[in-house]
């Protein structure tokens, strides 16, 4: 009798872990809304890397351009000065010249 109860059980035991077991229709629609859902969120995930990896890369050429604008307006005053200093240097020599004709013409 004794094994009779215990096979009993062990069925009745095997019967309801099949019926827990298995997933209805619409728990299988659940998990793969809930899945798709998921995988949404991922792929929104990498995009969002991907466009803050391009908007990231734009601001450090713009820094680049940046830099080298100031590199390039620097280089541009210091030619501007180099000009300056050549243009008041032909101007002075042309006073000087001036100068020694006037005393020439003593």
């Known amino acids: 009798?004794?094994?009779k109860s215990i096979a009993t059980l062990a069925a009745a035991s095997a019967i309801s872990l099949m019926f827990v077991?298995?997933?209805s229709k619409q728990e299988e629609v659940r998990e793969e809304r809930l899945e798709q859902k998921a995988e949404n969120l991922e792929a929104g995930a990498d995009q969002l890397?991907?466009?803050g990896e391009k908007v990231a890369d734009m601001k450090e050429e713009h820094a680049d351009a940046i830099r080298?604008?100031?590199e390039n307006?620097?280089?541009?005053?210091?030619n501007n000065a180099d000009a300056t200093r050549k243009a008041v240097e032909?101007?002075?020599?042309e006073i000087e010249d001036e100068a020694d004709k006037v005393r020439e013409a003593k």
């Open 1 to 3: 009798m004794k094994t």
């Open 21 to 23: 077991s298995c997933k």
């Open 49 to 51: 890397r991907k466009d």
């Open 68 to 70: 080298k604008g100031s």
């Open 73 to 78: 307006a620097a280089d541009a005053t210091e």
């Open 90 to 93: 032909k101007r002075a020599d």
